[in-house]
């Protein structure tokens, strides 16, 4: 078969995409993944820089407060509930790289400094949800056990399950972000993360970890449920 | 025969398909993971398909978090190239053949004559037609709307400020969609316009050469004029 320009061009440009789609499996070709993970460095850098304590979020006067609407979430079968009868009362731990390891049960959490803020809660699949949050600061539970100047990363260590996420001190520390323990004017119910959890704005929501029992200061990040499993580690807003 | 566009443009032509389709299909993938707009607990005005996801073999990316680090990478070359392009444009003068000029109103409406077959001969152009130029001149304007709301939704705290101005954060995500969607449709006239009118153009925009004697204009062409039988060449004013 002779092959003018016309025909050849058909030809190459059905094999370069037949090629490009066998190289794909369902998340492109494996050599880009390496691209892909340096963008994702790349971004973090830019994301850090342009990070600021001063960059609040407020939610906007007409929203609605998602009330019922706000979705549960967790990650074991069925609503994680601390049982006390089989693990006793619930703590709080605080440690890692401080200078004074707290232990908190719920009465002496409520007790430290209080905020209440109406916030956004922006989810990674594109939804935002409105409440009213109250609870105490993460910068008030580092300024409470002296965070050691090693620290440079915070682990939320949760109950359901396995769930953990790691994230930068900076953003652990903006006056937005919450040891939350109460949502919408009542205490936290069991399908936002009962006892506590950390609520921010400052990052998206499965970064926020829920049925909070460990903060621990560390000089390492050490990933997290959903950031091991591909989604970005920071997660930043 | 004359060189049409430069290789700056013809790199950077080929470099935005690339990058437009990855941003179009994995951001269709994000999209599929909340496909609606309201905000938790509200309805939203102005999008009547809410809860339908948009079929797989359109996205790209495999599941969220894919999709999302596609986006995220193939933002900077749709940025950085982008930015190529404009200063390029700018430079270099190019930006006078694909900007609306005084009369393109009449021009256009005397192109979409022709092409309803009401007017028998092409009207005279350039470089390109008055339709062209509005829908050259459209493109980058909804591609930097894509890319001020990509960025509003992308860091709605730390630049807050951004995403106010485009309404908040439904409104950002609302007119980066509505973007894509006018990127999308544009780009599917350009597309079928190249085939049917001008497919000279194909190498134009690839190699360079192109020429004049073949153009649309010389050619009095209309969508598939080959597909019909050739009409009389339009009288000139030569031969009357």
Not at chain 1, 9 to 16: P, R, W
Not at chain 1, 147 to 175: C, G, N, T
Not at chain 1, 199 to 227: C, D, E, I
Not at chain 2, 119 to 147: E, I, S, T
Request: hydrophobic residues 45%; contains cysteine.
């Amino acid at each position: 078969m002779t092959m003018n320009r016309r025909r050849f061009l058909q030809v190459s440009g059905a094999s370069i995409t037949a090629a490009f789609f066998a190289a794909c499996d369902s998340q492109g070709p494996e050599h880009a993944q390496r691209i892909l993970t340096m963008a994702e460095h790349a971004n973090e850098h830019v994301e850090r820089a342009l990070f600021r304590h001063t960059s609040m979020d407020r939610a906007a006067a007409g929203a609605r407060a998602a009330g019922a609407a706000f979705p549960q979430y967790y990650v074991s079968d069925s609503v994680p509930v601390w049982d006390e009868t089989v693990r006793g009362p619930w703590t709080l731990e605080v440690g890692g790289l401080v200078e004074r390891p707290v232990r908190l049960d719920l009465d002496a959490l409520t007790r430290l400094p209080r905020v209440s803020q109406r916030v956004n809660h922006f989810c990674v699949e594109g939804w935002t949800a409105v409440a009213e949050w109250t609870g105490t600061r993460v910068s008030e539970l580092a300024k409470l056990v002296g965070v050691k100047p090693e620290a440079q990363y915070v682990d939320f260590a949760s109950f359901d399950d396995d769930y953990h996420e790691s994230w930068d001190l900076a953003s652990a520390l903006h006056p937005q972000t919450l040891i939350a323990y109460g949502m919408d004017g009542r205490m936290l119910g069991p399908g936002h993360g009962a006892p506590a959890r950390v609520h921010s704005p400052v990052k998206l929501g499965y970064k926020n970890t829920k049925y909070l029992v460990r903060v621990q200061f560390m000089a390492q990040r050490n990933g997290g449920y959903w950031s091991d499993q591909g989604y970005e580690w920071y997660g930043g807003t | 025969m004359a060189t049409r566009h430069h290789w700056i443009v013809r790199v950077t032509h080929w470099v935005n398909v690339f990058a437009l389709g990855i941003m179009v299909t994995s951001g269709l993938r994000i999209f599929n993971a909340y496909p609606a707009f309201a905000r938790k607990g509200e309805t939203f005005c102005c999008y009547p398909f809410a809860g339908r996801a948009v079929p797989d073999w359109l996205t790209f990316g495999g599941w969220l978090a894919g999709a999302r680090h596609w986006h995220f990478a193939a933002m900077w070359v749709l940025v950085v190239n982008g930015l190529v392009y404009l200063g390029f444009n700018y430079l270099h003068g190019d930006w006078r053949d694909v900007t609306p000029r005084r009369g393109d109103l009449r021009d256009a409406w005397e192109m979409v004559k022709f092409y309803a077959f009401a007017r028998r001969d092409h009207p005279r152009q350039g470089k390109h037609n008055a339709l062209q130029r509005a829908a050259y001149f459209a493109m980058p304007v909804l591609g930097v709307v894509a890319v001020v709301s990509g960025v509003a939704i992308w860091k709605p705290v730390e630049l807050g400020w951004l995403t106010s101005l485009l309404g908040g954060y439904v409104w950002a995500r609302y007119w980066h969609f509505l973007a894509m969607i006018g990127l999308v449709g544009m780009t599917a006239v350009h597309v079928f316009m190249v085939f049917s009118v001008d497919p000279y153009a194909l190498r134009a925009i690839t190699t360079g050469g192109y020429n004049e004697e073949k153009s649309p204009e010389a050619r009095n062409a209309r969508p598939f004029w080959w597909k019909r039988a050739q009409p009389a060449a339009p009288p000139t004013s030569e031969a009357s």
